[in-house]
């Protein structure tokens, strides 16, 4: 319990499954996320990496509680030690914890972009927008523009801006940077950087694991729908991992090594029994194969292996 | 503003180009038609003057009318006719085409419009219930109804609508724009409407479920979409996302596609017209058939072509206005 006053976001074994129904009305659950767990404290970004299509955008809608009406939520999700009740995170969404979403497909096409901004809450906080947008980089205008009007790297601080009007405590990115050069890419994660430095959680949600490590406190490593390992950024960069698949995941990286190892991520439909990662795992042995391992605390990082060190 | 003023009149010009040469094939397909079936217009002329016409009389009006003439000849003095305003004689009414459409039209009109304004209001609305209760019951009903009103003949619904209405309950009359038995002077406003009512209802039964069924598709495409989950990121609850961003979405485009919902209002309104003996432009187009009155015809196929196209410029038209992605590209 006193853990959970310092920390502000935490997740515990949490799973998501959609109802599915099969043929003749067969019913059947799909679990895309399962025993998920996730910490995150004032101050610090902390990144979730994972290759595209894994299903970690749908950590930022349960977050959220707007996952779509078939998603069935299990575990335990704490906000500043409080239940995240649906009626919590209906309270929450928009002033405490706000999404940057991935693109300018998450603006209506068709509301200009001051509009869009400030939101519907009423009085609209054109003074604090104006001064956002200047204190952005964003010319005189953009308030009159369409999205479809503005360049990649003004959406993106357009998008960044929506999360700054609702002074939220904690933000989460969701794949902020694909599409962009480097630069532009670069930019958007100092902002998020900065963001927490001035006292503020970020999440970044992100496939691209070189930039997660440059810019995060802690990155945490997901694998078929859950994290294997949340270690900090440093042991990245030192070679001191804990889980056999962050290894590999990062002497993949053309700059480590450049070295793939075989099979692929189990679909959704078709997880494996025990550890998720033991099909392809060098190191697995009949135990992986029969039950889950649990969560083990190893030099300041977490890990899901029975043999992790 | 001004350059958003000029490209819409160049865009208005381009489409009224359009409209004047699709008329012209319309004249020419209507009238190739005319000439080549068995109608015979002389001999229509004379069974209408209700006296008997000796062969030298008839040989006079043939030679008058140009009857030996090649029909291409024929065609440009009729359009020649046609562009100095006259549209000939009605050999049904006895009167000019221009005339009988002129006051055929207003009636019709004034349906059309009822029907028309009925119509998008209820599909609009229907439209907006359904998408937001996708897949849940109002929706499967509302949507069951749709259907079956689609497949369901205008005429056989007319004739429903009259049997239970107006010969079983006698809340409605059983046909004509006014009461009968009174000058046309005296019929008031309400009793006009009165007599409207019932074609009204059946003509705009007949088009709300297009628009009730195309608001729902859009609306549940803009209710999935990720601008509408990011608005639910940021807290706004299914009311505010309704109002902010769905009906902005969908309002205009149920608009352009009511307005080039001409063609089916004025088709449907020929057989309402003819169910309800209502005097209207439906009903003199089905005598000028029946009775073989080939001016009525031409006139009013022209006509109602005229109607569709300007309904069709509106929509196209509105869609440039509205969507700020069109308006701003230069073709």
């Given amino acids: 319990m006193e853990q959970k006053k310092e920390t502000l976001l935490e997740i515990h074994d949490l799973t998501i499954s959609f109802r599915m129904y099969d043929r003749l009305l067969e019913q059947r659950d799909l679990r895309v996320i399962s025993d998920l767990h996730l910490t995150v404290r004032p101050g610090e970004v902390a990144a979730i990496a994972g290759s595209s299509g894994s299903g970690k955008s749908l950590l930022a809608s349960a977050i959220l509680g707007i996952l779509p009406e078939n998603a069935v939520v299990g575990g335990h999700l704490h906000y500043k030690g409080q239940e995240l009740t649906p009626q919590l995170q209906a309270r929450l969404r928009g002033s405490e914890i706000a999404l940057v979403p991935q693109s300018v497909a998450f603006l209506d096409p068709l509301m200009k972009v001051g509009a869009q901004v400030d939101g519907h809450r009423r009085p609209r906080p054109v003074r604090r927008r104006e001064e956002l947008f200047r204190r952005l980089g964003l010319p005189e205008g953009t308030e009159d523009l369409y999205p479809f009007q503005l360049s990649g790297g003004m959406a993106r601080r357009v998008l960044v801006s929506t999360a700054l009007l609702s002074n939220a405590q904690l933000i989460i990115a969701d794949e902020p940077t694909p599409g962009m050069g480097l630069e532009q890419a670069l930019e958007a994660l100092q902002m998020f950087r900065e963001l927490a430095d001035e006292g503020r959680a970020v999440v970044l949600i992100t496939h691209d694991i070189d930039l997660a490590v440059a810019f995060a406190d802690r990155v945490s490593v997901f694998y078929a729908g859950t994290t294997v390992e949340t270690a900090p950024a440093a042991d990245f960069r030192a070679g001191a991992l804990r889980h056999p698949y962050s290894r590999a995941l990062w002497r993949a990286l053309p700059q480590n090594g450049f070295q793939p190892i075989g099979g692929f991520q189990p679909y959704a439909g078709d997880l494996p029994r025990g550890c998720l990662f033991a099909p392809r795992c060098p190191l697995a042995e009949e135990a992986c194969r029969r039950r889950t391992p649990p969560v083990r605390e190893v030099r300041g990082g977490e890990v899901r292996c029975f043999y992790g060190s | ?331």
């Avoid at chain 2, 291409?72 to 009167?95: F, V």
Wanted: hydrophobic share 50%; aromatic share 10%; net charge positive.
């Fill in chain 2, 1 to 331: 503003m001004g350059r958003a003023l000029g490209r819409l009149a160049r865009r208005f010009f381009s489409y009224s180009v359009r409209i004047v040469t699709l008329l012209l094939a319309v004249s020419v397909i209507s009238f190739a038609l005319v000439t080549v079936s068995p109608i015979d217009p002389v001999q229509q002329y004379i069974l209408g003057l209700g006296t008997a016409v000796s062969p030298e009389q008839r040989a006079e009006i043939e030679d008058y009318w140009g009857v030996d003439q090649p029909p291409a000849k024929r065609y440009l003095s009729w359009l020649g006719e046609l562009l100095h305003g006259n549209l000939g004689q009605s050999a049904l009414y006895r009167r000019p085409v221009a005339d009988v459409i002129a006051e055929r039209f207003v009636n019709s009109l004034a349906l059309m419009l009822c029907a028309w304004v009925l119509a998008g209001v209820i599909g609009f609305a229907l439209g907006c219930v359904m998408g937001v209760c996708h897949g849940r019951w109002p929706d499967r009903l509302l949507k069951g109804l749709c259907y079956l009103l689609s497949s369901v003949p205008t005429f056989w619904l007319g004739l429903v609508l009259l049997l239970v209405f107006a010969v079983a309950l006698g809340w409605f009359p059983v046909g004509f724009s006014s009461p009968i038995g009174v000058r046309g002077e005296d019929v008031s406003l309400w009793q006009r409407l009165y007599h409207l009512a019932l074609p009204a209802l059946t003509l705009s039964l007949m088009s709300f479920a297009s628009i009730a069924l195309h608001t729902r598709q859009k609306l549940i495409g803009v209710l999935s979409s990720e601008y509408v989950l990011f608005a639910r990121a940021r807290g706004e609850g299914a009311w505010t996302i309704l109002r902010r961003h769905g009906l902005r979405s969908i309002l205009l485009p149920a608009l352009t596609l009511q307005f080039a919902s001409f063609a089916e209002l004025f088709g449907g309104s020929v057989l309402a017209e003819n169910v309800f003996s209502y005097p209207g432009l439906g009903s003199a187009v089905a005598a000028a058939g029946l009775n073989s009155d080939v001016p009525l015809l031409l006139g009013i196929t022209l006509f109602s072509a005229l109607f569709v196209c300007v309904g069709n410029l509106i929509a196209n038209l509105l869609y440039g206005v509205v969507d700020p992605r069109i308006g701003t590209v230069e073709p």
